[in-house]
């Protein structure tokens, strides 16, 4: 059999020995391409753009069509009179271009609406994606620990046999062992849980579109930066900064629309009026009738409305409000702004020291401790409680290290997120 051969073999017979860990950014990247929410957002932005060709629209011509004919009773009728026309309404004070304009600023706004929702989306994912992480560590703590319970399970009834332990210490390992085990089955249970919650932002179940997955649960750290180089960039991405300006020029163009509404427009008419001519003739008493000429007449009138309801400022002074208050609105959303990324950078450093002393003291020291009761306890120097106690406690201390991971990625993910970043853990 050759090298390949031997390859391909083993490929086939361990299909998933080969498989990449699914990381943070991959999953992202298909939470942005299936969400349903998110593509529901999304037309919203189709809708928009569709109001800017409506906002072009011009008003339509109007056609009418009238018939007169004289009553005279003759020895012949009157002939009929078509009396065609076509107005139209003539816009004035630049009232398409401002429609338009609202309309492009309508849609900018639907665009920064749809990236703050996707802002609000990342946070979900990345919540997600670090509970079921910080579940699958317990898990794995959890069997590690259930492994040494069994383990000494094991010793006590071999040490009983030989009389080095009594009945009651043995039962009371069983007991530890039992009650250990249906902890492990709820931590099971929890990180199935979180793998669940990994579907709804995607729009799919996950097994679906990654089957046989393993989480990549190597959680970067991130880099720190001074809160004069950060604020300016978060002015400049921040979702909800850039909606509430996005906003404002919506509401300026849109007053802009009301001032040019207030002008009037007048409507042209063009008509012809056609009428056949007729003979001489005689009416029913007898009297003669003189005919008439066939004849046409071309017609056009310009009819102007007088704005008397223009005296009343009321539209424009509600429109000029709306945009005062979307001013505020704005100044409001930076000062937010500038207030949560300090508070996020905070909460930053605070987890990071929290997870450091963890991971350079706490966790190294309990675990010397349980190794070292676990030894002295199989040497007869240690009492089972004494060893149960070192034991629950390096497992708390391991809990409390793998929520410092988990929160210490939450702060990141939400500093990112306050300066309109896309997230990575």
């Not at 065609?84 to 309309?103: N, Q, Y």
């Not at 210490?169 to 990180?191: C, G, I, M, N, T």
């Not at 042209?268 to 009416?283: F, K, Q, S």
Request: aromatic share 4%; glycine share 6%.
């Amino acid at each position: 059999m050759t090298r390949f051969n031997v390859l391909l073999a083993a490929w086939l017979i361990a299909p998933g020995a080969l498989a990449t860990p699914l990381s943070f950014d991959t999953y992202l990247s298909a939470v942005e391409s299936h969400s349903l929410e998110l593509q529901s957002q999304q037309e919203g932005i189709v809708a928009a753009r569709a109001g800017v060709g409506i906002a072009g629209l011009r008003p339509d011509p109007e056609f009418t069509l009238g018939a007169t004919r004289e009553t005279v009773r003759s020895v012949e009728h009157r002939p009929v009179t078509w009396n065609p026309a076509i107005s139209m309404a003539i816009e004035t004070g630049g009232k398409r271009a401002a429609r338009i304009k609202a309309a492009h600023s309508n849609v900018a706004l639907a665009e920064e609406t749809v990236a703050g929702f996707k802002s609000e989306l990342y946070g979900t994912a990345a919540a997600a994606f670090t509970e079921a992480c910080r579940t699958r560590e317990v898990v794995a703590r959890k069997e590690q620990t259930m492994a040494a319970l069994s383990t000494v399970v094991e010793a006590n009834e071999v040490r009983r046999k030989a009389g080095d332990v009594g009945g009651i210490e043995l039962l009371q390992s069983r007991v530890e062992r039992d009650q250990f085990q249906a902890e492990l089955a709820q931590a099971r249970s929890e990180a199935d849980s979180a793998m669940l919650n990994l579907s709804p932002p995607l729009g799919r179940q996950f097994e679906i579109l990654f089957p046989d997955a393993q989480l990549a649960c190597d959680l970067a750290a991130y880099a720190d930066q001074d809160a004069r180089v950060l604020v300016p960039q978060a002015l400049n991405a921040r979702s909800d900064v850039r909606i509430a300006r996005a906003t404002l020029d919506n509401l300026r163009d849109g007053a802009a629309l009301v001032r040019a509404n207030r002008a009037v427009d007048p409507t042209v008419t063009v008509g012809l009026a056609a009428a056949r001519g007729y003979h001489d003739g005689i009416d029913a008493s007898g009297n003669p009738v003189d005919g008439a000429s066939r004849s046409r007449a071309l017609s056009i009138s310009l009819a102007i409305p007088i704005p008397l309801s223009r005296r009343d400022k009321g539209d424009v002074v509600q429109a000029e409000s709306s945009v005062t208050q979307a001013m505020l609105a704005l100044r409001q959303a930076e000062l937010t702004a500038e207030t949560q990324v300090r508070t996020a950078q905070r909460q930053l450093r605070a987890a990071q020291d929290r997870l450091a002393r963890y991971r350079d003291g706490v966790l190294v020291d309990a675990q010397k401790v349980v190794d070292g009761m676990r030894l002295s306890y199989v040497k007869g120097n240690a009492s089972l409680l004494e060893w149960l106690t070192a034991q629950r406690s390096a497992d708390e201390a391991y809990q409390g290290y793998v929520q410092a991971r988990a929160d210490a990625a939450i702060a990141s993910t939400q500093l990112q997120q306050a300066l309109g970043q896309r997230p990575r853990l």
